[in-house]
Structures are given as structure tokens and as C-alpha cells.
């Protein structure tokens, strides 16, 4: 392998290219990663000054790439690479490369690429920087304007969009012990290497290195963009030693308030979140969906399955009317759904929800911990599509749950009832009519006790909606509720 170290040219795009034993891929990484693992991690070094790390938010912001200096631009390919400056909380580099057939190029920083706004910056504050991250350019919207569909920013986080949705949640390349009293280790992409794209691309490849304290991981993400923004995910990771929980595929999402949950400050708007449920589709065909709190307290909850068909952090609440936010546009933010490829085997979808006090705060996570993990020093391989949907979501196809409100329990006089109110929609239920005869089954854990069941059709949806009465037994923990509709078996 022949590695080139030239000077940025971004407004050129001109490449050096040299011979080698064979083309830059997967296994190039992989191997990276095993050496990494196989010696002792090495913290990565600070290079910001303080000048940049002394930076707040909108004067971060302010800081943009200059787009006519984007990656591939002058070529005229259909892809664009874009990138992020060092500056705030992002204070080591990530190293970016462009892959060629058989040579490699590093993109080196230049402060010339970038429009620093009102701030007022010295050459000596931008010595020896690099790149914190980078986006990816494609146009899904108009052919007439390359859009904004992949960015790599921060840790091991990246986030994409399809067309007609705006950023919302955001994926990451592994969890290491979240929500665990010893602390959560958040793992780094250190460098990227991108697949030079042929002129008429439809998808992109770039490959990955992650490096944390007690693993080293290799990975390839495949991007197809299009109505949903497609990402295939193949991964190789190397144990320095052992992990008490490791998440794969994991999301992260916000939940401030919503329809099972008013907001405790006077708001103008209905709802606020980037997802409102975690949806599960097991390997038997059963779909389970859970609908997103903001807890009082730390909230972990769990569902065992064996090779998972999918789960995801969804949006489904599309009307603007159920946000009524002109900024924030809610209803344009994506579910994301994560589609395992080969047997997984057996483990559990974790669901972490964490107390926030406002909307700024990611404070959802979801992933999938399997019950066998890799040991030390053994190499372990899985692989997925993440897919950014909006429009056609991955939903059950017979019905599903639509929304989940809460409140009083009691009718004519008051008690400590809780009544939650469930409705569900689908092409199962259309076929019913008001005389067909619709249980509702619902079960509790030993915290709670079910009071009293009952379903009506919904006629202004052609739904139907299932009722619930319920008291706590100790109203400072929670209850758990698992119920479902049951029509003749």
C-alpha cells in the first residue's frame, strides 16, 4: 500500500496516484484495527487552542467550509465531501483520506477552505489543526443542488437524511456500558477513507477506524441515498479486554414531550421530540412498540429476543399541526431503522431513556446487546442497513399503534387511577366493523394493577382504540404494561 501525504486541494481535486499490491478495502482496516487492539490504547492528543476551545455555540456555528472548495467539486462527480473545523468540544482531529483505486491520499487541513465569520482568529490559533469530522453531498431533492445527506461529527457519531426530512436523530458506531454506574466509554472513528465515486455513482463507500480504551473496530458504510437514506454498516471489532455491556447499531434520539406526556412548562407547542417510540420487529413476527417518555428518573428497559428482524427510534407523527414548530420542524425528522443482516443470535433490544430538563439534550438510546459477546483478542463481525425513513416507514403490515395518551382514572369522583388511552390503526382493523367483537388483552408487572379493559372502533379513523384503568402500587417506581388487541384468536 502506498500512502501519499500532499497538501489540501480541494478546489483542484487533483490526485497523485501510485501503484500497489491491490485497491484500499475493508480488509486494509480490519487489519489496522487488530494491531491497534493488540497493543495498549494511547489517548488521543488535544491540539485546539484555547482560543478555539473557548468558542461558544453560535460563534462555533459561525465557522463554515467554504462549499466551491468542496472534495470532488471540479470533478463534477455526483458526490461531495465537505468538512468540519476543529473548534468547542470537538478538540482532536480526525484524519481524512480519499481512496483511488490503489492509492491513498491524505486531505490535509487548510484554514484557506474556511469562512470564519465575526471571529476573530490568529494564524497561531489554527496551527497544526485537522478536521473534526465531514459531511457527504448528493442531490435527492433536485438535480440542481447537491444536498446535505450524510455528516460524521463527534465520537463515533453520524446521522443522515433521505429526501424531504431534515436532521433529527443520530446513530453511532457502538454504546460501550450506557447507563452502567461505572460510567458509559464513548468509542472515536479516529480516521475515514472515502471511495473515490465513478461519474455516474449512485452510492458511496467509506470505511472507518475506532479506537476507545478497551476496543479497536473496523467498519465499511455503504450510502445510497434516495426517498430513504440508506447505510450499510459492516463491522470487525478487537476486545483489549472485556466489556460488561456492548451495544450494537446503537440510536440516539430526544424526548422532551408528547401526546402520553404534557409538557411541565407552559408551552405553545403540542409536542416536542425527534422520535416518540421504539418499534421491534422479532424473529417470530411479532412487532412490539413502545411509546418514549422523559422519566423522573433514569428509566432502562429491556426485550429478549433471538436474531432480531429490525428495530428502530420512530417519528410518526407527521402533521405539522402536532408540533407547530416553524424552526424545529419536527414532523420532518427521520425515523431511523436498523435491519440486521445474518443471524444475530440471541440478546436483547435495551431502551434507555434519561430525565431532561429541555430539548437540547440527546436523552433517548436504543440498541441491541447480544448475550454472547466477543472475547478478547477474537475477532467479532456483524453487519446491518440503517435506513433514514419518512415517508414509507417500517411499520407491521396488518395494524399498529398510533398514539398513547394518558391520564385521571377515575370518572365521577376522584382517586389515584391512571387511565391510558391506545389507539391503533391498519388495513386489520378496517376490515372490522363496530359489532365485531375486539379484546383488549393487558398484563402488568408487580407494581401495577389493571383495574379495568375496554375497546370502542374509532369511527373517525376506521381504527380502533383500547382503554386502560390502572393503579401503582408504589407510585415512585414505574409499572410495566404490555397489551395488545385480539380479535376471534
Known sequence: MTWINTALCVACGSLLLTASAHAFNFDDVAARARKLASSAYVKPVKNVSKALASLDYDQYRDIRFDPSRAWWRNAKLPFELAFFHQGRTFD???????????????IRFDPKSFDYGANELQPK????????????????????????????????????????????????????????????????????????????????????????????????????????????????????ENVTKLGIAPLTSMYFFGENQRAQIEDYRPEVHDSDGLAIQSGTGEWIWRPLVNPRRLLVTSFALNNPAGFGLMQRDRQFNSYEDLEARYEMRPSAWVEPKGQWGAGRVELIQIPTPDETNDNIVAFWVPDNP??????????????????????????????????????????????????????????????????????????GKVLETNTIRNEATGGWRMTVRLRRTDDKKPVELRGYLNSNN
Open 374 to 447: 466477543p472475547r478478547p483478542g477474537e475477532p467479532f463481525d456483524f453487519e446491518y442497513r440503517l435506513l433514514w425513513q419518512k415517508d414509507a416507514e417500517k411499520r407491521p403490515p396488518s395494524s399498529w399503534t398510533v398514539q398513547t395518551r394518558r391520564g385521571h382514572g377515575w370518572v365521577k369522583k376522584p382517586d389515584d387511577s391512571i387511565a391510558l388511552s391506545v389507539d391503533f390503526e391498519g388495513p386489520a382493523l378496517k376490515k372490522l366493523t363496530a359489532g365485531d367483537k375486539v379484546e383488549a388483552v393487558v398484563g402488568s408487572d408487580a407494581n
Open 125 to 240: 490559533d489554527l496551527a497544526g489543526l485537522g478536521f473534526a469530522g465531514f459531511r457527504v453531498h448528493y442531490p435527492v431533492n433536485t438535480p440542481k443542488y447537491k444536498d446535505e445527506v450524510l455528516v460524521f461529527l463527534g465520537a463515533s457519531y453520524f446521522r443522515a437524511v433521505g429526501k424531504g426530512q431534515l436532521y433529527g436523530l443520530s446513530a453511532r458506531g457502538l454504546a460501550i456500558d450506557t447507563a452502567l454506574a461505572s460510567g458509559e466509554e464513548f468509542p472515536h472513528f479516529t480516521e475515514f477513507w472515502a471511495e473515490r465515486p465513478a461519474a455516474g455513482a449512485k452510492e458511496l463507500v467509506i470505511y472507518a477506524l475506532l479506537n476507545s480504551p478497551r476496543l479497536a473496530g473496523a467498519y465499511r458504510f455503504t450510502l445510497k441515498p434516495g426517498t430513504d437514506a440508506a447505510v450499510d454498516v459492516k463491522a470487525q471489532l478487537y476486545l483489549r
Open 92 to 106: 482532536t482531529p480526525v484524519k481524512i483520506y480519499e481512496v483511488n483505486g490503489k492509492a491513498v491520499q491524505e
